[in-house]
């Protein structure tokens, strides 16, 4: 049974941090591409986030300069530093796990596992 669980959401101001972390299990971790997406009330989910196994990584565009994703295979762990944090980055935070081929970024649809989401809010 496939396990992602996150943690290190909650409540920041303007211009904090945070770091979420996400812990697989029962999944071959390495052979996956990781990713973080996010979903704001009344929009679509959208990628933050992905890294491959080989370590390729792609941000979006409103993550550039600010979001750090890195994934440590030993430990199951992907993560995501998030710096710089505005009220727009405020949404429900996904752990997703997927294996190519997918497009560039993955649509929802071709994530193989996603975490139960946790909730990031940026209050100016």
């Known amino acids: ?6 943690s290190g959401g909650g409540l920041v101001q303007a211009g904090g941090s945070l770091r979420l972390s996400c812990v697989a299990s029962g999944i071959m ?25 080989g370590g390729t990584i ?4 409103s993550a550039k300069g600010r979001v750090t994703i890195s994934r440590d295979n030993a430990k199951s762990t992907v993560s995501l530093q998030m710096n ?3 009220p727009e980055d405020t ?3 996904y752990c997703a796990a997927t294996e190519p081929p997918y497009s560039n ?4 649809k071709q994530i ?7 909730q990031v809010t940026v209050s100016s």
């Not at 792609?58 to 565009?61: K, L």
Request: hydrophobic letters at 40%.
């Open 29 to 53: 971790f390495r052979s996956y591409s990781w990713a973080w997406y996010r979903q704001a009330p009344g929009k679509q989910r959208e990628l933050v986030a992905i890294i491959s196994s």
């Open 84 to 86: 710089s944090m505005a």
């Open 112 to 118: 193989d596992y996603w975490g139960q989401g946790t």
């Open 1 to 6: 049974q496939v396990q992602l669980v996150e």
């Open 58 to 61: 792609n941000y979006a565009d």
């Open 105 to 108: 970024p993955p649509l929802p």
């Open 91 to 93: 949404a429900i935070y």
